[in-house]
Structures are given as C-alpha cells and as structure tokens.
C-alpha cells in the first residue's frame, strides 16, 4: 500500500495512468474510494493521483493539526512523488485543500475545478444566501441526508448505498473537525482571480448543501472563471453522474491546454 510520511503524519494515497498529473480531492463525505468513476476515465490520458485526507480513509490525523494541514499535506505528498505542476479537481471540503494549495503555491496548479463547492470565494451576497438556505426546511436537514439527491436514492439504491459505505470506512473525528472559523468573514476571490489560471466552478442541478445559485455567486466574485451545472444531480455529482461530471472535467482541462 503505498504512503508518504508527510507533515506529520502517514498519507495514504494512489496513483494510476500516466500523462500530465491530474489531483483529485475528496469531500467529507468520501476518501480515495469516492473517485471509483473517475479514475479509469482519467487515467487513460493522466497520472491521475487520489488520496485520504488525514482523518479520513486511511490517513489518521495523528499529530491533531486538523483541517488547517489539508493544503501543507498535499504540497508534500507531491514534493515526495516529484510533482511540480499539476492540475487540481475538488469535492466539496476538497475545495479548502485545493484552493489553500493554489494560493499558497502559485504557478503549481495549471487548472482548478471546485465541485459542490464555493472554494471560499464569498461576498455579503453569498454569506446572505448561504443563512437563508441553512434556515430553510431543506438546509437543516443533516448533511448525510443531503450528501446524495433523493433522485438517486429512488432511481439507484445501490449507488446511494455505495456512497454511505465508503463514507463508513472513514475513522471516527471530533465533531467540531470541519466547524467554520469563528468570526472569520474572509473571501478566497481575489486570491483565486489573481492565479491566473483557468477555474471551473461545477455544481449538481440538485446540490442542496451548495445549491446552483450559491456556487453561481461564488463564481461571479472571481474573474475569468467558468460555471457550468451537471443536470439531475446532488451534491455529489462526480458520484451520481459520473459520465456527464467526467465529459465536463474532460472538456475544460482540454480547453485549458491540459493534455
């Protein structure tokens, strides 16, 4: 099994196919595993690299750091493999690590996609949007509730099951592990505009823990980014609709000479 000893701690990760290297992040919800679909697709043109999150799948979060390291692991893990440049697909929480890395790390990500995600770049507008929607029926319902559509539940049982498996092998965090930063009222955006690089914000048509118009704001706040929505799709889109997420993704790291 292969692992880096890495910030602290032993990262657990894969690598398959060969070409430019192309890094997927997981959400909370996932681990390696939720990017079943998605690497044998890629690795046919890409040195396609998934890997746990520390407090996920296999990676322990053993020296308490948290969340905070997501971006610093990631940056070793690919010193260690002799990385340099890559380009980057986030999840959902993914999007802290890949934005954090992007920003910290600038000329390294070639091509940025942030998946159910806001990747941070907010306004008073989508601060806005974001306390109504967690004040709606739908928002306070818990985030394993809204992990996948009720569309997929009733149409592919055995893909919603899936899901909440791989999400079971996960070891167990304190509950607070992803709580927002008190007070912090920051915004990613004009860091993110200011990278230079090709960013595609991709959102599913039935997200209700990121809905469409929330990420559509977020995408509005950095400039030359590009927004597109997978149709009949949750919040996991990658997992729901595998083949339209997977064309999408395909299509912009071409588009952004990626190939």
Request: hydrophobic share 40%; glycine share 10%.
């Amino acid at each position: 099994m292969p692992w880096a000893a890495v910030n602290g701690i032993r990262l657990y990760y894969e690598i398959s196919g060969s070409g430019p290297p192309l890094v997927f992040a997981h959400g909370a919800g996932g681990n390696h595993l939720s990017w079943w679909q998605q690497l044998p697709h890629f690795a046919r043109s890409y040195r396609s690299v998934s890997f746990d999150h520390r407090a996920f799948g296999r990676s322990l979060d053993s020296d308490g750091a948290g969340r905070r390291a997501f971006a610093e692991d990631l940056r070793q893990l690919l010193d260690q493999l002799g990385i340099g440049e890559i380009a980057l697909v986030a999840q959902s929480m993914g999007g802290r690590t890949a934005v954090g890395f992007a920003v910290r790390n600038p000329g390294r990500v070639r091509a940025l996609v942030l998946a159910g995600t806001t990747g941070g770049a907010v306004s008073d507008e989508v601060r806005a949007r974001q306390d109504e929607h967690r004040q709606s029926a739908l928002g306070r319902l818990s985030l394993a509730r809204r992990a996948v559509s009720p569309r997929l539940r009733r149409e592919r049982p055995d893909l919603a099951y899936l899901y909440r498996l791989f999400g079971k092998l996960n070891p167990p965090r304190p509950r607070d592990f992803l709580a927002p930063i008190p007070n912090y009222r920051g915004s990613s955006a004009q860091a993110l505009s200011g990278l230079g690089i090709p960013i595609l914000f991709l959102v599913g048509e039935e997200d209700s823990i990121t809905p469409p118009e929330i990420v559509r704001l977020a995408h509005e706040q950095v400039a030359g980014s590009q927004f597109d929505v997978i149709a009949q799709a949750g919040h996991s889109a990658y997992f729901e609709r595998a083949q339209a997420f997977n064309a999408r993704v395909q299509r912009f790291l071409e588009e952004a000479g990626w190939r």
